[in-house]
């Protein structure tokens, strides 16, 4: 009688399959883009989201992090945060949401540029861990 081999299938987890949706509390859906084209993360202070509402299925949203709070925010954590940290992807995902929270609307053009951050991010910063 010969042995019969079944062969085992892993399958990854639900949640690498889909993108993470952040929900603002009035209703609008930012997912990131390079998740959904199942891409490395940004590495250069500008990030792509896709963001949905009731009143518009899906934009593409570009979120900006100035050169000079980048330059700033490396300088106080000694290199620790550079360009390329997971902190920047986080900062740009809060602004944009801070935008459509207060704004109720899509930012002007598409595109938002963060020109400076609050304490509590700098804080943040200062205590993050990649």
């Not at 883009?33 to 199942?38: F, H, L």
């Amino acid at each position: 009688m010969a042995a019969q081999r079944d062969e085992l299938q892993v399958n990854e987890p639900a949640e690498l399959e889909n993108p993470i949706e952040f929900l603002t509390e009035n209703g609008f859906v930012i997912l990131r883009s390079w998740e959904i084209d199942r891409a490395p993360a940004p590495t250069n202070g500008t990030f792509s989201f896709v963001v949905r509402s009731e009143r518009d299925p899906q934009r593409e949203i570009i979120v900006t992090i100035s050169d000079k709070i980048i330059t700033d925010i490396s300088w106080r954590t000694r290199g620790r945060i550079n360009c390329s940290s997971s902190f920047w992807i986080s900062s740009a995902e809060r602004h944009l949401a801070a935008y459509l929270w207060e704004q109720e609307d899509f930012p002007e053009g598409n595109r938002l540029t963060v020109r400076q951050l609050d304490p509590d991010e700098i804080i943040s910063a200062l205590h993050w861990k990649s």
